[in-house]
């Protein structure tokens, strides 16, 4: 199966500052990647849609000023959080939709802790 | 009421005991389905599509009724290394591509 890279891996921010998060294709171009984010025993929740060289969609509730995301390349979408608060804190999962396979592959995930 | 519902659990199972948990869904209309397994504090990882006529890898099978509108995961001879939260997946209508999830079901197989 394709391979989906996300860096990094964890991250301890104090809270204001920004946080990047980075998710690769490693041996596929992916058109559509996606954003997740996952609190303790709860489901994956759908943050974001990216398509490359356009606005990523996000879903209602998600703020799209507070996390921006950046699709410039088949290989790359980045997250960045803004002025990370506390209730930020959570696991982010990245996936990338690859049409050779017709199936997502999910990135490792980022466990963000905004202290 | 929540688009994909699964029992939370724990499921407690002994080594080599077969077990099922359910899946509900809410919109008929819905096109594939899937089962994904997630350790702890690691990404999801693709376990089995599910398809109408039902499919068997090794030990799962998985199963799906349109009517009742529901999918099962059947696991036999249950090891140690099934532990984990079985998450149902099913696709949304507008897209092939975007997933809606369960919030998944924690099995725990003990010695």
């Known amino acids: 199966g394709a391979v989906v890279s996300q860096h990094p891996s964890w991250v301890i921010c104090k809270s204001g500052t920004s946080v990047k998060i980075e998710c690769r294709s490693l041996?596929?171009?992916?058109?559509?990647m996606f954003w997740y984010r996952q609190f303790p025993k709860q489901s994956l929740m759908l943050m974001a849609t990216s398509n490359e060289g356009s606005k990523a969609t996000y879903e209602q509730g998600v703020e799209k000023d507070k996390f921006l995301i950046n699709h410039a390349s088949l290989t790359l979408s980045t997250l960045t959080v803004t002025s990370a608060h506390p209730e930020d804190s959570s696991f982010y999962i990245c996936s990338a939709h690859s049409g050779s396979y017709n199936e997502q592959f999910f990135g490792p995930g980022t466990r963000l802790t905004v202290l | 009421r929540k688009e994909v519902e699964q029992d939370p659990g724990p499921f407690n199972v002994p080594e080599g005991a077969t077990v099922a948990f359910n899946c509900t869904y809410s919109?008929?209309?819905?096109?594939?389905f899937f089962w994904y397994r997630q350790d702890c504090r690691k990404e999801p990882k693709l376990l089995m599509s599910v398809y109408s006529s039902g499919n068997e890898d090794g030990r799962f099978t998985a199963q799906l009724n349109r009517a009742s509108q529901y999918i099962s995961l059947l696991i036999r001879d249950s090891k140690l290394s099934d532990s984990a939260t079985y998450l149902c997946v099913v696709t949304a209508l507008d897209s092939n591509y975007q997933l809606i999830w369960g919030a998944g079901t924690k099995l725990i197989i003990k010695p």
């Open positions: 919109n008929s209309a819905s096109q594939s």
């Open positions: 041996d596929f171009q992916a058109t559509t």
